[in-house]
T-cell receptor, first 113, second 111 residues
Framework: EAQVTQNPRYLITVTGKKLTVTCSQNMNHEYMSWYRQDPGLGLRQIYY???????DKGDVPEGYKVSRKEKRNFPLILESPSPNQTSLYFC????????????FGDGTRLSIL | GESVGLHLPTLSVQEGDNSIINCAYS??????FIWYKQESGKGPQFIIDIRSNMDKRQGQRVTVLLNKTVKHLSLQIAATQPGDSAVYFCAENTGGFKTIFGAGTRLFVKA
């Protein structure tokens, strides 16, 4: 089954404790992206990747890092999480870019205390 | 499920009626537009898309209209069903890179 898989689905942690949210897709897609979703704000793009070793900032990259060492995986790293990063996070992928339909994972709810 | 849109614009329609959801986009250089549907506890799902060289595109029960003059996008759902109840997002993309989402509209379908 074609899918984007995020882990964990839920996480409660404390300020400053490094965490990684994993994202994996099994569709051999070149483009992958991370979004955060906050009430009333829609989805805001954090980072995107056009291909292996090619990443770029979205609209809200501050406090986040990503890596794309292999095509299927695109982890989101919070080196020193803060309460304002409490949010619902989505990973997405598409075959060739943001100008094609993106397939989304089911989301990761992060709570930073 | 996840509560992701506590203060969204809301559209309430009777089952069987047509629904029209509107969206204003921000960048006149955007060349790709897409509508997503998000149900509670799930990620957004693709509904329909349109490129800037078109002004209308039809799918199954859905139609997207693009007015580049006023930077406006709309989604029309024919014969709305209870299963159409969800949050709907428009999104724009320029050159295949960044994607910008609208804030979303919640659609309620009354049986």
């Amino acid at each position: 089954e074609a899918q984007v898989t995020q882990n964990p689905r839920y996480l409660i942690t404390v300020t400053g404790k490094k965490l990684t949210v994993t994202c994996s897709q099994n569709m051999n897609h070149e483009y992958m992206s991370w979004y955060r979703q906050d009430p009333g704000l829609g989805l805001r793009q954090i980072y995107y990747s056009m291909n292996v070793e090619v990443t770029d900032k979205g609209d809200v990259p501050e406090g986040y890092k990503v890596s794309r060492k292999e095509k299927r995986n695109f982890p989101l790293i919070l080196e020193s999480p803060s309460p304002n990063q409490t949010s619902l996070y989505f990973c997405a992928s598409s075959p060739g870019g943001g100008n094609q339909p993106q397939h989304f994972g089911d989301g990761t709810r992060l709570s930073i205390l | 499920g996840e509560s992701v849109g506590l203060h969204l614009p809301t559209l309430s329609v009777q089952e069987g009626d047509n629904s029209i959801i509107n969206c204003a986009y921000s960048n006149s250089a955007s060349d790709y537009f897409i509508w997503y549907k998000q149900e509670s506890g799930k990620g957004p799902q693709f509904i329909i898309d349109i490129r800037s060289n078109m002004d209308k595109r039809q799918g199954q029960r859905v139609t997207v209209l693009l007015n580049k003059t006023v930077k406006h996008l709309s989604l029309q759902i024919a014969a709305t069903q209870p299963g159409d109840s969800a949050v709907y997002f428009c999104a724009e993309n320029t050159g295949g890179f960044k994607t910008i989402f609208g804030a979303g509209t919640r659609l309620f379908v009354k049986a």
